[in-house]
Every structure is written in C-alpha cells, then in structure tokens.
C-alpha cells in the first residue's frame, strides 16, 4: 500500500504495511529520531508529534490512516538547529535529565501555546496529562512554559 503524507513540510512516500506505526516510520524511515518508542501502548507520551496540527501519539497511529496528513516532529518545531521557544526555556529551567520526555513534551507544549499564548498553571499541567517525566519533576516544566506568557498573563481566578 502507497501513502502520501507530509513530514515536516516535506511531501513523503511510504510503501509498506498500512498497520506500521506512525513512530517506526518516523525513526526507522526517514531518521526523524526525535521523538522515543518507550512504552508503545499511549501511555508515556515519549513519542508525541503533531498530527495536522493535534498533539498524538505517533506508536497509536497506523500509517495507513495517515494519507494527506501533515505531521510536525520536533525536528520540524526548531528547523536549521535553532531551539524553539519551549526548548530555550526548558535549558534555561534546567528541566531535562534524562531527555527520554523531552521532545514529546516539547511538541505537546509547543501546540498548547499556539492555541493559547497566556496558559494558566492548571491549563499547562492539563494538557501534560499524556506527557510522563520520570526524572525531573513537573512542577519546572510547567515553571518553564509559564515563563513564555507574556509580561501580564490573566490570573487564574480571572480565567
Ligand atoms: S511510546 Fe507512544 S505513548 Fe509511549
Ligand atoms: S527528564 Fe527523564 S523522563 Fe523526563
């Protein structure tokens, strides 16, 4: 089966099992390595990319459902090696440890602040549910995202 879809702007072929995983196209095709194959059943959120601009996690997703879709890796989220607003705040929270997170959290909060520039801290944490950290501790991250709002973001009582 042929499936036509587009990875990080790029327009791609696949040829194969319509059942592979969105995630094994991805690191084992086209070498796109950022995002992680840990618990492959949608738990972790290690493998997080965006679909047609939705957060999804790639292990759940089969190709063969994929034809025309747009999908962003966090390859695609900092193009020409720069770091992306997410990723310069994570480093300058010191939030990565191990890393093995760092990329689905990245995607996942990176399309949270394209649909909303001023999240509450309870609105960050919502749309982590999905992401898991073992190492460092949620309450950076969200210290991090939080320092992206702007300079007079409304309060959470306002909200
Ligand atoms: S590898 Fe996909 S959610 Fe864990
Ligand atoms: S930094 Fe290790 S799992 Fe998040």
């Given amino acids: 089966m042929t499936i036509d879809l587009t990875v990080n702007g790029q ?3 696949f040829a194969g099992d319509p059942r592979t ?3 094994d196209l991805l690191r084992e095709d086209l070498r796109l390595t950022g995002a992680k194959a840990v618990c492959r059943e949608g738990f972790c959120g290690t493998c ?3 679909v ?3 957060p999804v996690p790639a292990c ?3 190709v063969g459902l994929l034809a025309g879709a ?8 900092a193009p020409q090696g720069d770091l992306n607003p997410v990723q310069r705040a994570f480093l300058d929270h010191d939030v990565v440890q191990c890393g093995m997170c760092f990329s689905g959290m990245v995607v ?3 399309a949270l602040l394209h649909r909303n520039t001023a999240p509450t801290r309870a609105e960050v944490k919502a749309a982590l549910t999905g992401n898991m950290c073992r190492c460092t501790g949620y309450e950076r991250i969200v210290d991090a995202v939080l320092s992206l709002a ?3 973001p409304p309060t959470e009582a306002a909200r």
């Fill in 11 to 13: 327009p791609r072929r």
């Fill in 21 to 23: 995983p969105l995630i």
């Fill in 48 to 50: 997080t990319v965006l």
């Fill in 52 to 54: 047609d601009g939705q």
């Fill in 60 to 62: 759940l997703r089969p």
């Fill in 70 to 77: 747009e999908i962003t890796t966090v390859e695609g989220l």
């Fill in 108 to 110: 996942t909060l990176t």
């Fill in 150 to 152: 702007p300079a007079d």
